[in-house]
């Protein structure tokens, strides 16, 4: 595996990001967040982005110590909680909750713009259609993030590891260049690739990790695309559209 790899990402999602897909994704209401939980499952991202040699920015350092912090503190009796200035209210979650409320308003309403911008991307003066035709067209399918891309290559990892046939053979050698050739060649043909099908036929941690570098790198140069055709389907490869 190359140690001296490094993933460079153009877009690389805050940690307010990452703290509202875990709530999305355990179906859990914003003003219920378990700290115990969030906490726990955020460090799990942080420590797969160090096993990944993904560069973390510090803010994701700066809320993993804040969530340790209100983790530590709402485990403490009312009567022995220390005094915080910043905060009038008893529960320690709930500047947390606000700011993730805030930010949730600003991440719905860029997306909002961004519907309406691809709608107008389809809108030509000189077609002559009527806008209700613009209206019915279906819309791009929905492009996956970072965060969806680990927790599915963690529950890959978790299956591989459950299975009797791991194989850690000492002096491996797999490289990024490798997998991204091998890649470009299950989706030459312009078929879907589904994300569980690009390892099924891996039997080792070190062959998935420098896969999925291979296919983050892909992504970054926008070679494949990745999409989700519904929420809590599978993630799906191909290549990507060229304009």
Not at 15 to 28: F, S
Not at 31 to 49: G, H, P, V
Request: charged share 25%.
């Amino acid at each position: 595996m190359e140690t001296d790899y490094k993933v460079k990402l153009e877009v690389f999602e805050g940690p307010l990001d990452l703290l509202l897909y875990l709530i999305k994704r355990d179906e859990i209401d914003i003003y219920d967040i378990s700290l115990e939980r969030i906490t726990s499952q955020y460090l799990e991202y942080l420590q797969a982005f160090q096993e990944l040699n993904i560069d973390i920015a510090g803010e994701f350092i700066v809320m993993a110590a804040n969530l340790i912090y209100l983790k530590s503190r709402s485990l403490l009796p009312v009567d022995q909680q220390p005094p915080d200035e910043d905060a009038a209210e008893d529960d320690p979650r709930w500047d947390l909750i606000r700011q993730l409320i805030e930010y949730k308003k600003f991440k719905e309403a860029a997306a909002q713009l961004q519907v309406r911008a691809l709608e107008q991307e389809r809108i030509f003066a000189r077609t002559g259609l009527a806008p209700s035709d613009f209206a019915s067209a279906p819309l791009p399918l929905g492009e996956v993030g970072i965060f969806q891309l680990i927790n599915a290559l963690q529950t890959v990892i978790k299956r591989v590891e459950a299975r009797e046939d791991l194989q850690e053979v000492f002096g491996e050698h797999f490289t990024v260049s490798d997998k991204i050739e091998s890649i470009l060649r299950q989706v030459s043909s312009g078929t879907t690739l589904k994300f569980s099908e690009l390892f099924a036929q891996m039997a080792s941690r070190v062959e998935i990790v420098v896969t999925f570098l291979a296919l983050l790198e892909l992504i970054r140069l926008k070679q494949v695309r990745v999409t989700q055709p519904n929420p809590f389907d599978e993630i799906e490869i191909a290549p990507a559209v060229l304009n």
